[in-house]
């Protein structure tokens, strides 16, 4: 290799920092020295590095790194390249600038953010390229220290994202290999809880570019218990195993990277990838061509982009997210994608329409709200008009009726003087005049008929009545699970009141809902937590926001320390708190507002 030849240096150490600020300083004050562009992030647990320049530069910041203890051990991966060209290729890939981030994860994981991420402590034992190699080569034969001995219990794990598998992947006739076929890394996590006796019992053998994805990924699974000791992982990743096997071995197509390159191949030469739309062989992913909907990069030819710019990957198609008759890909098939125009055309519903962003933005969170007792979808989103409006760049609020409608009932001028009973000598007004009232839980009593008229309550209003209103959970996760269906996905739910209570219900179920409702988080204003079974079992693993008036506060119907209560039921490191000195309501000035959006954007 010349020393005047541009290259690409990949790294990453995963070790205890103490001081970021020093650590930080010094990659500022050398790459910036040497003309060094990329991606550089710290964090309390390690660094992962990305950075492109001219080779003799990336040797002198190699040794400049090596001077500190920190990284002993280190891999460094380094390899000559052509010269990024000033193109979106090089602008999306961050090679037109250098960029240094402090970081609270060197890869997250999972989708989850606030839980506590696997120990790489405990991450599977690494295999080298030849080793790796001499295990697929032959399944059978023993190695040193515990290997895999028999192949029937011997499994490939792909730890990558649907669109690097597409162009390349390891290929072994004798050994299962899984591919999870996921948007993004931090999918991974939920695909091994669903597909664990996959993996127990067996000795896995996991792969991904560099190696840094594994290091979680493998770790993440042996902490699963008895039957998922035996994971593996290639050390250096796919690009170590091409360097010592340049025609490709076991590994077919190219290796997807995350820099202006794009791809690394082997001598080998063959495809494996194909155009999502006219299925001819393709792998080039310079065009950067993404899903209309998930913005998930894809493979589309020279050719058909010239026909249209609006695609629909495989897993939208797959999960019904196409927004139109476009066939799912199925038995090897790659579906045609519809033109632009007829994809506006199909998208004229309204509700669909919200769902698809614009070619240039990233895809907002969609937020499911459940509304308090006695209260209605239009009411709730009239009394969250300012959170809807603070969050519009963020996240969309959808809003729905619980299924319990309630009788008109009023108190008495005696029971109470702001009484909504009708005046002396006046009729009420008929029941299809006023909007309705809503439930998702009620009491024991409740008849599930709506009166045909106003009626007196028989009791005063009791401040405690949300405690007795334990009914009707069936009926409304019957409902929710067909919203779900219908109108989802949605990242979260966020609810009010009796709509947190039933929000908590919800994370309660657990794995229970899986494929039903999946919920990446919860927010629950003013919540209680109910005198039911599945509050006294384990606590509750979901991500959660729980906002509610201080002690002594305002909320005159849910205490603070009830809300507090709850909050408790979620596992340690589960929730993030915000207590306001208002009432029964939802702030949405400063600072308040600041952590609603800090929280959510983790999930975007």
């Not at 050398?30 to 550089?40: A, E, I």
């Not at 008929?430 to 309550?457: H, M, Q, T």
């Amino acid at each position: 290799m010349s020393k005047d030849e541009y290259g690409v240096l990949l790294y990453y150490k995963f070790a205890s920092i103490t001081d970021l600020n020093s650590l930080f300083s010094f990659y500022h004050s050398n790459c910036n020295s040497l003309g060094l562009l990329g991606r550089v992030r710290l964090s309390p647990n390690g660094v992962n590095v990305t950075v492109g320049g001219l080779l003799s530069a990336l040797e002198k910041h190699i040794e400049a790194v090596k001077s500190n203890s920190l990284f002993q051990g280190t891999d460094f991966k380094l390899a000559s390249s052509h010269h990024p060209l000033n193109d979106k290729v090089a602008v999306e890939c961050g090679f037109t600038s250098l960029s240094i981030r402090v970081v609270k994860e060197l890869v997250t994981f999972s989708s989850y953010p606030l839980l506590n991420p696997p120990e790489v402590s405990n991450a599977g034992r690494h295999l080298s390229a030849a080793e790796f190699h001499s295990v697929l080569q032959s399944a059978r034969q023993l190695m040193k220290n515990g290997s895999p001995t028999d192949d029937k219990q011997l499994v490939l794990l792909d730890a990558r994202n649907l669109y690097e598998t597409r162009i390349g992947k390891f290929h072994a006739p004798s050994v299962e290999t899984l591919d999870p076929g996921i948007r993004q890394y931090s999918d991974l996590p939920s695909w091994i809880d669903d597909n664990s006796e996959l993996l127990r019992g067996k000795h896995v053998l996991m792969y991904c570019t560099g190696g840094i994805r594994c290091e979680m990924a493998s770790a993440y699974i042996r902490s699963k218990g008895a039957g998922f000791e035996n994971v593996f992982q290639l050390y250096g990743g796919i690009q170590r195993y091409l360097e010592q096997f340049p025609d490709g071995g076991f590994f077919r197509g190219k290796n997807f990277v995350f820099d202006h390159r794009i791809s690394v191949g082997s001598s080998d030469t063959s495809i494996m990838g194909a155009c999502l739309i006219c299925g001819s062989s393709y792998d080039n992913y310079s065009s950067r061509c993404r899903c209309t909907h998930c913005r998930i990069l894809v493979l589309v030819c020279d050719s058909c982009q010239i026909k249209s710019d609006a695609y629909v990957c495989e897993l939208c198609q797959k999960h019904r997210m196409d927004f139109g008759s476009i066939p799912s890909v199925e038995d090897g098939e790659l579906a045609t994608v519809l033109d632009k125009n007829d994809l506006k055309t199909v998208c004229s519903d309204s509700k669909i329409s919200s769902q698809l962003p614009s070619r240039n933005a990233p895809r907002k969170l969609r937020i499911l709200c459940l509304h308090g007792f006695r209260q209605n979808a239009s009411s709730f989103k009239g009394r969250s008009a300012s959170l809807a409006k603070k969050l519009k760049s963020i996240a969309e609020l959808v809003f729905i009726d619980a299924p319990h409608e309630l009788p008109f009932i009023y108190q008495s001028c005696t029971e109470a003087k702001n009484s909504c009973a009708p005046p002396s000598g006046q009729h009420a007004p008929p029941p299809e005049n006023c909007k309705r009232k809503y439930a998702w839980l009620v009491a024991s009593d409740f008849g599930g008929k709506v009166e045909a008229d106003w009626k007196i309550a028989n009791q005063p209003f009791d401040p405690l009545q949300y405690q007795g209103q334990t009914d009707g959970f069936d009926v409304s996760l019957a409902y929710l699970k067909k919203m779900f269906s219908e109108q989802g996905p949605f990242d979260g739910i966020l609810g009010f009141s009796q709509g947190a209570a039933m929000a908590a219900l919800l994370c309660a179920q657990g794995d229970k809902l899986k494929g039903e409702i999946d919920l990446r988080f919860v927010i629950l204003c003013s919540g209680f937590a109910l005198p039911l079974a599945d509050f006294g079992q384990k606590p509750i693993n979901c991500p959660s926001l729980h906002i509610f008036g201080s002690d002594p506060g305002k909320d005159r119907q849910i205490t603070s320390h009830t809300s507090r209560y709850l909050a408790s039921r979620f596992e340690d490191g589960c929730s993030v708190i915000i207590e306001h000195e208002f009432g029964h309501i939802i702030p949405t000035r400063s600072p308040y507002m600041d952590n609603i959006k800090d929280f959510l954007r983790r999930f975007l």
